[in-house]
Every structure is written in C-alpha cells, then in structure tokens.
C-alpha cells in the first residue's frame, strides 16, 4: 500500500508499466482521504496493491517498468509511505 501525499503533476504509467502491474497483483484500489478525524498526517491518497505471495511483491518491485515508474513517480511526491505486509484476521 502507497499513501503519497501529492504535489504537482504526477506522470502517467506507460502501457508496458501498467502491463506489469495488471501481471503481477492480484487486485489494485485507489482514493483520496475523507477521514474527518483529521489523523492522515499530511496523505492525501492510498494506492493500494494487493499480491498472491510475497514472492509477486519482489517479483513487481523489481520488474523493470514498475523501476522505470517507480522512477519518475517516487520524486514528486511530497512524502510517501510504503507498507508491504501480511495480512491476518483480527477478531
């Protein structure tokens, strides 16, 4: 999961980086805060990727049009956050 809080104008993906995208996650989500609590510490979007294996992750991550992306996105970006996690049941 990426929250970036944004500035400026972003750069489009390319065919072949969404390619690699579509190929390697499972399922993607984007949106924009509407907490009223007002806690999103300055983030204002959460891009969400959602993969089959740790090994899919590592996979994306090193593919070269997710680096080439990854690249040009990453500096615009007033701050980012990246979680990469497991996730488990809370009861």
Same mark, same amino acid.
């Given at each position: 999961? &990426?929250?970036?809080?944004?500035? #400026?104008?972003? %750069?489009?993906?390319? %065919?072949?980086? =969404?390619?690699?995208?579509?190929?390697?996650?499972?399922?993607?989500?984007?949106?924009?805060?509407?907490?009223?609590? @007002?806690?999103?510490? #300055?983030?204002?979007?959460?891009?969400?990727?959602?993969?089959?294996?740790?090994?899919?992750?590592?996979?994306?991550?090193?593919?070269?049009?997710?680096?080439?992306?990854? @690249?040009?996105?990453?500096?615009?970006?007033?701050?980012? =956050?990246?979680?990469?996690?497991?996730? &488990?049941?809370?009861?």
């Amino acid at each position: 999961m &990426t929250s970036p809080a944004i500035s #400026g104008n972003l %750069p489009s993906p390319t %065919p072949a980086q =969404l390619r690699a995208h579509q190929q390697a996650a499972a399922a993607s989500r984007a949106g924009t805060d509407v907490s009223i609590e @007002n806690m999103h510490q #300055g983030f204002t979007h959460v891009f969400e990727s959602t993969f089959e294996s740790t090994e899919g992750i590592k996979e994306y991550i090193e593919h070269p049009a997710h680096v080439e992306f990854a @690249n040009e996105f990453l500096p615009v970006l007033e701050k980012a =956050l990246i979680i990469d996690y497991k996730p &488990t049941s809370v009861n």
